[in-house]
């Protein structure tokens, strides 16, 4: 299998930079090998040694190093953003085993010889922000999460559908019509293993940030390739498309403080006092008369948890951020029920800063963070305040699939994972047009999809005589993965 | 513009129900005739007298009466689900004044000149469960509700781009150009009118039935015709789609305890112990020690209100409910941040009854309930316990535009609603390709479209000789309007 994975970084609009000598990757996070990633690269058995990419530029020298835990083919310069690189990523070959052979520290030699039920591939990007310790604990950490959630339900996946119970034991008869009935498919369990795999992966960057004294986060965009199909899931604001020669696909959506505002918002949805109804809480309701809060709590809106803004912010959303001459004056707002708008007497406590403010990629959840999904972020505070961002962040990825084995695949069908920074320049459509214009002619390189990828970042530098001719320039780094389905349409799995 | 309603009840499989006389419809909950509802008949003016249907039935003879409070064509046979119907409906002009001319009750002659600002049209199903009260005080309600709620922003909504400020007064000159990039158009005006207008409904049933010693709810699917486009609001399981001769478009979408299972389960989500890292929790923060809620609403997962279910139930998904002979062992589950699913030990509080339960159209909420959103319930609690339902369910309804001046229309493009008992038997496709066998061989019938909303609901009777030929049966209530969207396509509004 051969993917591309580039990262560069180019100031704008000017010159490419000059090659500078690799810096060190050192962090106070240690780096652990982690032993299941496998090489990925085009050859047929596992490579344990790190490849060079060997990558030929397109259009200009890139330099760079590959990742030593990274098996497939790497390319990265250093953003200079922080010390060392804030994205971060990883991929390589999954290996699921079986989970009652024991710990895995008993079982070494299960690496090595054919107990493995299941085999997959996993690409992930980490853009990590406030350093990036979050970013490389996470590519560190996740797949080896992943592994362990999917170990432990693996005999439910390889199955035709899955167990009610994972024993095999059955208790009534009609177990397996009421696993029918409900929908629940082998895909549900690895989808699962996905949403698990990244909480446990937030809690150990957590324990793990806070015992070395560190802080940040990142964002989480990771593919895997299992049984003939393609699972995204997706926590941040990276995006993953399918290109085909006739078709462009979003296999993910974008999690920003924009797009989850109704979440964000409810979170400190205060109950409208004028809605409350006394009598609607039964006094025979012990839980209703225990404490005013839970006579608030046995009603709808009460999410109320206003305590999270210290009176610091406004949890309403206006065009713009108020100021004293609005004061009595009817504006445009919108409040976590609705997806319209509306018009409100501005008032006093209107005038606070905007829980969620600034428009498009200025976007800012409590003026800090422009993600509202991710991994890290414990101990992250609202500057010169006490207010956490981590209740209104969720790690929970969305996870779509791509049915590889349905699909007529042509040797040209692409998934192109990329971090923001590609995105906030060139549109799905334009990445789908550089796509379908350079892999035709050159069908012999073998070392087309990591020149694609690279291709795709240079695109986004601003030079007219780029291959969108638009100019578009990109300030931010940029990482890209290009797979090619083709190969992961025939299973490979062991199963 | 002719809109066809009807409502039957048949006999399931067995022959139709004899004609009866009619039922009286009265209720302890006072009638009133809400004055802005005109007659929509097919004339040209509005036309306050209640009109008789004259409905011709396609293949049997329908027995029923006009509504005198529905303008529209409407028949009607009790169902003897309640002693009155439960499924109640409105339809009618909807004439959006000036609000700055005072109470309503000091300008009756409003009503009758041409004050107006904006004229729409407005249909609405409300499918009643637990009695029909909720659904009759909805139809009476609602529309003047929605009323209100556009009459306080009609300046926004008739501007080629809403105000910031509603008087007009500008406190910043760039204040054009955030509207303009948060993308604010009048549409979203009438979304936030629309789920307005549901909540304060709401409010009103359960203040009304309070006070009148009733209960019950009901579902409630409207849509507004107004400026060339179609606004369709949903809060229950009703269905409104888009019938047109090479497409098929939903416009809702249904709300049951299956479809919103996250949210409901949300509500109730006890923080994992494991997870929780006291570290996280900063002891300088005062809202974090206050006391031990507050600590918990620090941590993303804490939407910590399992009195709601008062020890009575389980907020987790299994496929079926457990028993003793599970204890122990691994089955099937999912909770709130969960869309796919993984395998957990059964312990003793896992036996109890779940929070969601049953499959498709048997999945109840608390055992009690169909679906999750809705107006009033508000004194509904689960068999035998304090447990309420309310806190569960929500007013608020989606809602979704069609831009019918920018279809290209043609006379047979229709939208169907309807209440769940229809699509409980028909597809979109069944219902679609009746639509279309119908109505072109029809032109010149001045009921058409009356009739083939009698013929939709006589399609679910289970006939062999029914147009689909696959003799479904509906055991419910079904309530249809067939709206012809040409005469929508051109504004009849005032402005």
Redesign the interface.
Same mark, same amino acid.
């Given at each position: 299998m051969s993917a591309g994975w580039f990262r560069r970084r180019f100031l704008p609009g000017g010159p490419l930079p000059a090659p500078r000598p690799p810096r060190p990757r050192a962090s106070p996070v240690p780096y652990r090998r982690p032993r299941f990633l496998r090489g990925s690269g085009s050859g047929s058995g596992p490579a344990d040694a790190p490849r060079r990419p060997d990558a030929r530029p397109v259009r200009s020298p890139a330099r760079g190093r590959a990742l030593p835990w990274n098996a497939g083919y790497a390319e990265i310069i250093n953003a200079e953003k922080s010390e060392f690189n804030e994205d971060q990523a990883a991929c390589g070959q999954l290996c699921i085993r079986r989970c009652e052979f024991g710990a895995e520290e008993d079982q070494e030699w299960l690496a090595l010889c054919s107990e493995e039920l299941l085999t997959g591939h996993y690409w992930a990007l980490f853009d990590g922000h406030g350093g990036p310790a979050a970013a490389i604990l996470a590519a560190n950490t996740l797949h080896s999460c992943l592994r362990r959630?999917l170990e432990?339900?693996v005999e439910?996946v390889v199955a035709t559908r /899955?167990p009610?119970? !994972?024993?095999g @034991?059955c208790?009534?008869t009609?177990?397996p019509q &009421?696993?029918e009935?409900?929908g629940?498919r082998a895909?549900?369990?690895?989808?699962?293993?996905?949403?698990?795999a990244f909480?446990e992966c937030d809690?150990v960057i957590?324990?793990e940030l806070?015992a070395s004294g560190q802080v940040g986060g990142c964002t989480a965009l990771v593919a895997v390739s299992l049984q003939g199909k393609l699972y995204v899931a997706n926590a941040g604001d990276s995006r993953a498309i399918l290109v085909r020669k006739d078709e462009i696909r979003p296999l993910s959506s974008e999690f920003t403080p924009e797009t989850e505002r109704q979440r964000i918002q409810q979170l400190v949805g205060v109950l409208q006092r004028e809605?409350v109804?006394p009598? !609607?809480v039964?006094p025979?309701? /012990?839980?209703a008369t225990r404490e005013p809060?839970?006579c608030l709590?046995? !009603?709808?809106e009460? &999410?109320v948890?206003p305590? *999270?803004l210290?009176g610091e912010f406004t949890r309403l959303e206006f065009?713009?951020r108020l100021?004293g001459?609005?004061l009595g004056?009817?504006? !445009?707002f919108?409040d976590h @029920?609705?997806?319209?708008?509306?018009?409100k007497c501005v008032e006093k406590s209107d005038l606070k800063y905007p829980l969620i403010h600034g428009?498009?990629r200025q976007a800012r959840l409590l003026g800090t963070l422009a993600v509202s999904r991710g991994l890290g972020d414990?101990?992250l505070?609202v500057l010169d305040t006490?207010i956490?961002l981590? /209740? &209104?962040? *969720?790690?929970?990825p969305?996870?779509t699939v791509l049915d590889v084995d349905q699909l007529e695949l042509q040797e040209e069908d692409v998934v192109v994972m990329a971090t923001d920074g590609l995105w906030d320049v060139l549109s799905n459509e334009q990445v789908a047009q550089l796509v379908r214009s350079f892999l035709p002619g050159n069908r012999e390189d073998p070392h087309r999809f990591s020149e694609l990828a690279q291709m795709l970042i240079h695109s986004t530098q601003g030079k007219d005589d780029g291959p969108t001719g638009e100019g578009q320039v990109s300030y931010d780094d940029i990482s890209v993965f290009v797979i090619p389905l083709h190969s992961q349409g025939q299973r490979s799995d062991g199963h």
């Amino acid at each position: 299998m051969s993917a591309g994975w580039f990262r560069r970084r180019f100031l704008p609009g000017g010159p490419l930079p000059a090659p500078r000598p690799p810096r060190p990757r050192a962090s106070p996070v240690p780096y652990r090998r982690p032993r299941f990633l496998r090489g990925s690269g085009s050859g047929s058995g596992p490579a344990d040694a790190p490849r060079r990419p060997d990558a030929r530029p397109v259009r200009s020298p890139a330099r760079g190093r590959a990742l030593p835990w990274n098996a497939g083919y790497a390319e990265i310069i250093n953003a200079e953003k922080s010390e060392f690189n804030e994205d971060q990523a990883a991929c390589g070959q999954l290996c699921i085993r079986r989970c009652e052979f024991g710990a895995e520290e008993d079982q070494e030699w299960l690496a090595l010889c054919s107990e493995e039920l299941l085999t997959g591939h996993y690409w992930a990007l980490f853009d990590g922000h406030g350093g990036p310790a979050a970013a490389i604990l996470a590519a560190n950490t996740l797949h080896s999460c992943l592994r362990r959630q999917l170990e432990a339900v693996v005999e439910g996946v390889v199955a035709t559908r /899955p167990p009610m119970h !994972l024993s095999g @034991h059955c208790v009534c008869t009609s177990d397996p019509q &009421f696993v029918e009935e409900k929908g629940i498919r082998a895909e549900d369990l690895v989808i699962g293993a996905l949403e698990s795999a990244f909480q446990e992966c937030d809690e150990v960057i957590g324990r793990e940030l806070e015992a070395s004294g560190q802080v940040g986060g990142c964002t989480a965009l990771v593919a895997v390739s299992l049984q003939g199909k393609l699972y995204v899931a997706n926590a941040g604001d990276s995006r993953a498309i399918l290109v085909r020669k006739d078709e462009i696909r979003p296999l993910s959506s974008e999690f920003t403080p924009e797009t989850e505002r109704q979440r964000i918002q409810q979170l400190v949805g205060v109950l409208q006092r004028e809605a409350v109804d006394p009598q !609607l809480v039964s006094p025979q309701s /012990p839980e209703a008369t225990r404490e005013p809060d839970l006579c608030l709590a046995s !009603l709808p809106e009460a &999410f109320v948890y206003p305590e *999270l803004l210290a009176g610091e912010f406004t949890r309403l959303e206006f065009p713009r951020r108020l100021k004293g001459d609005d004061l009595g004056q009817k504006v !445009l707002f919108r409040d976590h @029920h609705m997806r319209g708008w509306s018009y409100k007497c501005v008032e006093k406590s209107d005038l606070k800063y905007p829980l969620i403010h600034g428009q498009g990629r200025q976007a800012r959840l409590l003026g800090t963070l422009a993600v509202s999904r991710g991994l890290g972020d414990h101990q992250l505070r609202v500057l010169d305040t006490n207010i956490q961002l981590k /209740p &209104f962040l *969720l790690s929970v990825p969305q996870v779509t699939v791509l049915d590889v084995d349905q699909l007529e695949l042509q040797e040209e069908d692409v998934v192109v994972m990329a971090t923001d920074g590609l995105w906030d320049v060139l549109s799905n459509e334009q990445v789908a047009q550089l796509v379908r214009s350079f892999l035709p002619g050159n069908r012999e390189d073998p070392h087309r999809f990591s020149e694609l990828a690279q291709m795709l970042i240079h695109s986004t530098q601003g030079k007219d005589d780029g291959p969108t001719g638009e100019g578009q320039v990109s300030y931010d780094d940029i990482s890209v993965f290009v797979i090619p389905l083709h190969s992961q349409g025939q299973r490979s799995d062991g199963h």
